[in-house]
């Protein structure tokens, strides 16, 4: 069964670890290790597992020392929900970076594939009717391979008017590489750049840290002459790339909701971040001004021990109201930070669930408010939040990384991603779903939560970044 990387906040199951521990201390022989029990990645399925950030929380109850309660929170600028397009701060970001649109980085995952399904078949689904998702995509059940999806992928991208993309990627000769050159072409035609997000592939994927950038750096930047690979251009004129990568930061030990703890597979210390981080720096250094790795992770220490420049979350359950806090710890460790614009979290359920699990569904993000679907106006209010969440992420993101006594505006540093463009068993997405009169007879039954205007969160993105990206007059 293929789950959410939220498992830390779902299901654990009675199953432990080749070798456990049990609470007491005392090593107990078990089944095989049920990876998802306890949050770690599947790459044979691309499930990421759990987040540097959750797997935290699994661990420890909280992200790190210096961050106290994790949902420790800040007063809103604005009354919750107040959707009102993001004043410009006081030196235009469109002045301080030409090339702002590409400072704008959609999450983009090409991992889905037809003839057989992939992905749309997650969670005991059976597609083209029935998918992996509490919406149906306006383009149905697609194949990331098709040059035509790229197209419109980028065509609505760059209305919306953003300049980037971050590619999910499973490692070289995976088939979120193989696809990468025909989608470069596409982004490309279109003046969309690509960066790289490097997923846990394999337990040591930190140890092929620096090799991974190398390959990247080397196949689809220098082979193809820099066309469209994002280089990031900084305040002040430096430029290179940015690196984001997933599981990053994670605990040794892992327990599931049972009191079993087992050893975390791809658990790498700071001292093997470091030295990776700083093979990265010595292989580019020739190359670029400036190169930027960032962990998905809250522990501002870690992070830094293990040689990262920031963070980049990827949760869109770490709300924006605690993101000031997480700044401010950042820049007291001179760290930089790239909080994300989303528009919440409604993600897939499975159907069965085996007795004796401790499974709980993950509610709606944000608010957290359970809605009956089958009614227009729970599925209104539901998109009415979503929007709120838009626009308070971005609003926040905003001034947060445009504080003149942050490290971000010290160092002329602006990066936002967008969670996501197409992330559809969460529901994070912003690629356009199917407007409610549209479902056929058969997709109404099967409940999907598509409103009546189902290109709402690209249209509400587009509005509030013109405001962003027009130049001061």
């Given at each position: 069964?293929?789950?959410?990387?939220?498992?830390?906040?779902?299901?654990?199951?009675?199953?432990?670890?080749?070798?456990?521990?049990?609470?007491?201390?005392?090593?107990?022989?078990?089944?095989?290790?049920?990876?998802?029990?306890?949050?770690?990645?599947?790459?044979?399925?691309?499930?990421?597992?759990?987040?540097?950030?959750?797997?935290?929380?699994?661990?420890?109850?909280?992200?790190?020392?210096?961050?106290?309660?994790?949902?420790?929170?800040?007063?809103?600028?604005?009354?919750?929900?107040?959707?009102?397009?993001?004043?410009?701060?006081?030196?235009?970001?469109?002045?301080?970076?030409?090339?702002?649109?590409?400072?704008?980085?959609?999450?983009?995952?090409?991992?889905?594939?037809?003839?057989?399904?992939?992905?749309?078949?997650?969670?005991?689904?059976?597609?083209?009717?029935?998918?992996?998702?509490?919406?149906?995509?306006?383009?149905?059940?697609?194949?990331?391979?098709?040059?035509?999806?790229?197209?419109?992928?980028?065509?609505?991208?760059?209305?919306?008017?953003?300049?980037?993309?971050?590619?999910?990627?499973?490692?070289?000769?995976?088939?979120?590489?193989?696809?990468?050159?025909?989608?470069?072409?596409?982004?490309?035609?279109?003046?969309?750049?690509?960066?790289?997000?490097?997923?846990?592939?394999?337990?040591?994927?930190?140890?092929?840290?620096?090799?991974?950038?190398?390959?990247?750096?080397?196949?689809?930047?220098?082979?193809?002459?820099?066309?469209?690979?994002?280089?990031?251009?900084?305040?002040?004129?430096?430029?290179?790339?940015?690196?984001?990568?997933?599981?990053?930061?994670?605990?040794?030990?892992?327990?599931?909701?049972?009191?079993?703890?087992?050893?975390?597979?791809?658990?790498?210390?700071?001292?093997?971040?470091?030295?990776?981080?700083?093979?990265?720096?010595?292989?580019?250094?020739?190359?670029?001004?400036?190169?930027?790795?960032?962990?998905?992770?809250?522990?501002?220490?870690?992070?830094?021990?293990?040689?990262?420049?920031?963070?980049?979350?990827?949760?869109?359950?770490?709300?924006?109201?605690?993101?000031?806090?997480?700044?401010?710890?950042?820049?007291?460790?001179?760290?930089?930070?790239?909080?994300?614009?989303?528009?919440?979290?409604?993600?897939?359920?499975?159907?069965?669930?085996?007795?004796?699990?401790?499974?709980?569904?993950?509610?709606?993000?944000?608010?957290?408010?359970?809605?009956?679907?089958?009614?227009?106006?729970?599925?209104?209010?539901?998109?009415?939040?979503?929007?709120?969440?838009?626009?308070?992420?971005?609003?926040?993101?905003?001034?947060?990384?445009?504080?003149?006594?942050?490290?971000?505006?010290?160092?002329?540093?602006?990066?936002?991603?967008?969670?996501?463009?197409?992330?559809?068993?969460?529901?994070?997405?912003?690629?356009?779903?199917?407007?409610?009169?549209?479902?056929?007879?058969?997709?109404?039954?099967?409940?999907?939560?598509?409103?009546?205007?189902?290109?709402?969160?690209?249209?509400?993105?587009?509005e509030l970044l013109a405001g962003v990206m027009a130049p001061r007059l």
């Amino acid at each position: 069964m293929k789950v959410s990387r939220r498992q830390f906040l779902r299901s654990a199951s009675a199953a432990g670890a080749a070798l456990a521990i049990r609470p007491d201390g005392a090593p107990s022989f078990a089944p095989p290790l049920d990876r998802a029990a306890f949050g770690f990645p599947d790459p044979a399925r691309h499930w990421h597992g759990d987040s540097s950030v959750a797997a935290a929380l699994r661990a420890y109850g909280r992200v790190s020392a210096e961050a106290g309660p994790y949902l420790q929170k800040q007063k809103p600028t604005r009354a919750p929900g107040d959707p009102e397009v993001p004043k410009q701060p006081p030196a235009s970001l469109a002045e301080r970076f030409p090339d702002l649109p590409r400072h704008f980085v959609f999450e983009y995952y090409p991992w889905y594939a037809v003839n057989p399904y992939r992905h749309w078949e997650a969670s005991e689904r059976k597609p083209p009717v029935d998918v992996a998702s509490n919406y149906m995509p306006r383009l149905g059940a697609y194949d990331s391979r098709s040059a035509a999806v790229m197209e419109q992928h980028a065509r609505w991208m760059a209305e919306a008017g953003i300049g980037a993309i971050n590619v999910s990627w499973w490692g070289r000769d995976s088939d979120t590489d193989l696809v990468v050159p025909t989608l470069m072409d596409v982004m490309s035609a279109h003046g969309i750049h690509v960066a790289f997000h490097l997923e846990p592939y394999t337990d040591a994927h930190a140890l092929n840290y620096a090799r991974d950038v190398q390959y990247l750096v080397t196949q689809y930047g220098d082979r193809r002459r820099w066309d469209c690979f994002l280089l990031l251009k900084h305040a002040g004129g430096a430029t290179g790339p940015v690196f984001k990568s997933f599981r990053t930061i994670v605990p040794p030990v892992s327990t599931d909701c049972h009191g079993v703890t087992t050893a975390v597979p791809d658990y790498a210390s700071d001292t093997v971040w470091h030295d990776q981080t700083d093979r990265v720096r010595t292989l580019l250094a020739a190359d670029f001004d400036r190169v930027t790795l960032l962990a998905d992770s809250l522990d501002f220490k870690r992070t830094q021990a293990g040689g990262f420049d920031g963070i980049a979350v990827y949760d869109n359950f770490v709300e924006p109201d605690t993101w000031p806090s997480h700044a401010q710890h950042c820049t007291e460790r001179g760290l930089l930070f790239s909080f994300n614009i989303n528009p919440g979290y409604d993600g897939i359920e499975p159907r069965h669930v085996e007795p004796g699990s401790c499974y709980s569904p993950l509610p709606f993000e944000p608010g957290k408010a359970k809605y009956d679907w089958s009614r227009a106006g729970d599925r209104e209010a539901a998109s009415a939040a979503s929007q709120a969440r838009i626009a308070e992420s971005l609003r926040t993101t905003l001034a947060l990384q445009t504080d003149p006594t942050m490290t971000n505006a010290r160092r002329g540093f602006f990066l936002a991603y967008l969670t996501s463009f197409n992330e559809w068993h969460e529901g994070t997405q912003y690629e356009p779903m199917k407007n409610r009169a549209d479902l056929s007879d058969q997709e109404r039954a099967i409940g999907y939560h598509d409103p009546d205007n189902g290109n709402y969160r690209l249209t509400v993105l587009r509005e509030l970044l013109a405001g962003v990206m027009a130049p001061r007059l």
